[in-house]
């Protein structure tokens, strides 16, 4: 094991404790990889996103559980986490950047088979350049604008870019033909996703007038996967399905009309976010808890000290309206969540102590908290709430 591997495999390896802990369910990614490999079929070929640290989760423990799962093949948004994915991947897993990549980097990217998006037809000498330096083939996805009117080129570049890459196919591989859909995971937006599939097939048009194809075809992100089976062509890029979130209501509702039922829970979870009472204060009535007079007792209170603020991710938005669990029981949290601690309420849980589990988010016994706790309360999206977690919380993988 390397100093890297080390680092973030053992979370107790230095000599203290970190305030906080994740623990990832090796089985709950388990039973979300085989449910979407149900659902996409056997023709389309997964990757699995794990960019801003693997939505929160941790990229070394989520490429190393992954590919226990017979996942080969994982999408990052920048080289930086290419290079971390890099280390921790199985032998025969293909990585493939979908953002950023400096020019300093491609040697970097083509001398290590990482696969990568071009989306400016300008960036093609410099990759021909490149791999006439390595005497090494680049694999090359080209990203065509169909609507999301972010990244990718334009119908005049592309008829350029693929007039280069025949040219030039000795040095670069047209590895795959991608575009982003704006909207899939909303109903409301049926109309510009259809705008853009058509938009997207006229590429494909392009591509099968010069006899010139992409090895994969691909425009299908964790949405348009599960309920659009005519967006799957040759890969799928999943994100949060991954860990277990549905994109949104309106894909959740399409997935169990297609499947008949009134109600599904083919997805579990994957992350648990814990931590352990601090202190315990007894606040006599009328006193007032926490910074400024956010919250005054209106009866004698005990209240738990939880060693986790703002500074690790957890919303201060939480103030007097989140819960966490203590003893498998929801403890109100209590005043202004602090940088680096708050209080909860548990005047109603007998025998809390210091040192009992506290769970930010998870399961504890028969209750539990779950991130739309959190949305709900200070409007922050799922993937924004999980991707703000600070890497330095240890992550461990459990069964």
């Known amino acids: 094991m390397t100093k890297k591997q080390a680092h973030h495999f053992e979370p107790f390896l230095r000599n203290v404790r970190h305030t906080s802990r994740i623990e990832l369910s090796q089985s709950s990614l388990k039973k979300n990889i085989n449910f979407l490999r149900r659902k996409i079929g056997p023709e389309a070929r997964l990757s699995c996103v794990v960019k801003a640290n693997a939505y929160g989760h941790g990229i070394p423990q989520m490429v190393t559980m992954l590919c226990r799962m017979g996942v080969n093949h994982i999408s990052v948004a920048s080289a930086y986490e290419a290079e971390e994915v890099l280390e921790y991947r199985s ?16 040697e970097w990217a083509i001398a290590h088979d990482i696969e990568f998006y071009v989306f400016n037809y300008d960036r093609l000498p410099l990759v021909l350049e490149k791999c006439k330096k390595l005497a090494k083939k680049a694999r090359v996805h080209v990203e065509v604008e169909t609507g999301t009117n972010r990244t990718g080129m334009t119908e005049p570049y592309f008829k350029k870019a693929l007039t280069f890459l025949k040219r030039n196919k000795e040095y670069i591989t047209f590895q795959g033909l991608c575009t982003h859909l704006a909207g899939a995971e909303s109903i409301s937006s049926n109309f ?31 949405a348009s996967a599960l309920v659009m089976p005519e967006t799957r062509y040759d890969l799928v890029r999943v994100g949060v399905a991954t860990y277990g979130f549905w994109p949104s209501p309106d894909v959740y509702y399409q997935h169990l009309q297609q499947a008949g039922k009134l109600k599904d829970t083919p997805m579990s979870r994957i992350i648990s976010w814990k931590t352990d009472v601090m202190d315990i204060k007894h606040v006599p009535k009328g006193d007032f808890i926490g910074y400024g007079t956010s919250f005054q007792a209106t009866r004698n209170m005990t209240v738990a000290v939880v060693p986790v603020g703002y500074c690790n991710g957890y919303p201060r938005g939480q103030s007097n309206r989140g819960h966490v669990l203590i003893k498998g029981r929801k403890a109100p949290i209590t005043g202004l969540i602090n940088m680096n601690l708050f209080m909860a309420d548990v005047s109603d849980i007998p025998g809390v102590q210091p040192g009992e589990e506290v769970v930010l988010l998870g399961k504890q016994k028969n209750n539990t908290i779950n991130v739309s706790s959190f949305t709900n309360y200070v409007q922050l999206l799922n993937n924004e709430m999980l991707s703000r977690l600070p890497a330095a919380i240890p992550r461990k993988i459990v069964k």
């Open 192 to 222: 510009r996703t259809e705008q853009q599939k058509k938009r997207y097939e006229g590429y494909l048009s392009e591509c099968r007038k010069r006899k010139f194809m992409p090895i994969y075809r691909h425009i299908a992100c964790s």
């Open 91 to 106: 032998a025969g897993t293909d990585i493939m950047i979908m953002g950023i990549l400096y020019d300093r980097d491609i």
